[in-house]
């Protein structure tokens, strides 16, 4: 399967955006989906979880109460949406698999959040 993120760009601190991310195959709405982000010089982190029916979500503390994720399985399509941006989230945006399966690393999409 892959994956093809979307809805990346340049934003001032306190914007918002919302990503999407969008799966090739059949499959996709039978997995749990995560999203994922590189930081320059960082490794990459997990965000947040959403299971494969999309009733359960998890969202990591460092973001939680910003971040939330969604999908529409009958568009094969994953959503984060990211208020209050800040700086620091500036990266690059994947989404995978939960947990994340190696082969399946997209191109990701930029965010870059500066006055």
């Known amino acids: 399967e892959q994956f093809v993120e979307s809805g990346g760009n340049l934003v001032q601190p306190g914007r918002s955006l919302n990503l999407s991310c969008t799966g090739s195959g059949d499959i996709f709405k039978r997995f749990d989906m995560g999203w994922y982000r590189q930081a320059p010089g960082s490794e990459r982190d997990f965000l947040a979880a959403i299971s494969w029916h999309g009733v359960t979500t998890f969202i990591r503390e460092a973001v939680r109460g910003r971040f939330t994720i969604s999908r529409d399985n009958a568009k094969n399509t994953v959503y984060l949406q990211m208020n209050d941006l800040k700086s620091e989230d500036t990266a690059v945006y994947y989404c995978?698999?939960?947990?994340?399966?190696?082969?399946?690393w997209g191109q990701g999409t930029q965010v870059t959040v500066s006055s």
């Open positions: 995978n698999h939960y947990p994340a399966s190696r082969d399946y």
